[in-house]
T-cell receptor
Framework: DSGVTQTPKHLITATGQRVTLRCSPR?????VYWYQQSLDQGLQFLIQ???????AKGNILERFSAQQFPDLHSELNLSSLELGDSALYFC????????????FGPGTRLTVL | AQSVSQHNHHVILSEAASLELGCNYS??????LFWYVQYPGQHLQLLLK??????LVKGIKGFEAEFIKSKFSFNLRKPSVQWSDTAEYFC????????????FGTGTRLLVSP
């Protein structure tokens, strides 16, 4: 157990819908990262928040957005879902420097039908 | 933009065989290097990491990796694999800048037969 929790574990939805994925970081970690793992793209960085503020953006679509709340949990919102959005979405947390280990959650498997 | 290459996509070994998984990165500056492992149905876990100092790094479960700066490589090794090492292995880098995003390689699926 990494100490990072993600809900839900599985999500099945239809094209065009909107979903919210939730992540709670390890106690004491200020940084939260979101990654997408798919068969064709591999593991891709989406976005990072540090202590409530967006720190870095990766290959995140405009239909996707995220935020980090004052209690440091984070939500990833995916809207106007397409079949290609089906993937495993991981959240990770760390203290916040480039040398810190990132601790990964168990992931949310999203299936868009 | 930096990238990470893992040349072995699938590796099949028998128990007790030696393992070496290749990892090359493309970035001219200072990088931090990581190997993560994903066991079937589990989350990513850190095996080992390298920032500076001794280029031979020892990690958990008997794994080690060697940083060769001139070759931009960070290969993972284990002298004798076990069935329980069956997993997917990811090499990753971060840069020593304000951004801490991990850039992952494509992963290597290792199957160890008993």
């Amino acid at each position: 157990d990494s100490g990072v929790t993600q809900t839900p574990k599985h999500l099945i939805t239809a094209t065009g819908q909107r979903v919210t994925l939730r992540c709670s970081p390890r106690s004491g970690d200020l940084s939260v990262y979101w990654y997408q793992q798919s068969l064709d793209q591999g593991l891709q960085f989406l976005i990072q928040y540090y202590n409530g503020e967006e720190r870095a953006k990766g290959n995140i679509l405009e239909r996707f957005s995220a935020q980090q709340f004052p209690d440091l949990h984070s939500e990833l919102n995916l809207s106007s879902l397409e079949l290609g959005d089906s993937a495993l979405y991981f959240c990770a947390s760390s203290v916040g420097s480039p040398r810190d280990e990132q601790f990964f959650g168990p992931g949310t498997r999203l299936t868009v039908l | 933009a930096q990238s990470v290459s893992q040349h072995n996509h699938h590796v099949i070994l028998s128990e007790a065989a030696s393992l070496e998984l290749g990892c090359n990165y493309s970035y001219g500056g200072t990088v931090n290097l990581f190997w993560y492992v994903q066991y079937p149905g589990q989350h990513l876990q850190l095996l080992l990491k390298y920032f500076s100092g001794d280029p031979l790094v020892k990690g958990i479960k008997g794994f080690e990796a060697e940083f060769i700066k001139s070759k931009f490589s960070f290969n993972l090794r284990k002298p004798s694999v076990q069935w329980s090492d069956t997993a997917e292995y990811f090499c990753a880098v971060t840069l020593n800048t304000g951004f801490q995003k991990l850039v992952f390689g494509t992963g290597t699926r290792l199957l160890v037969s008993p």
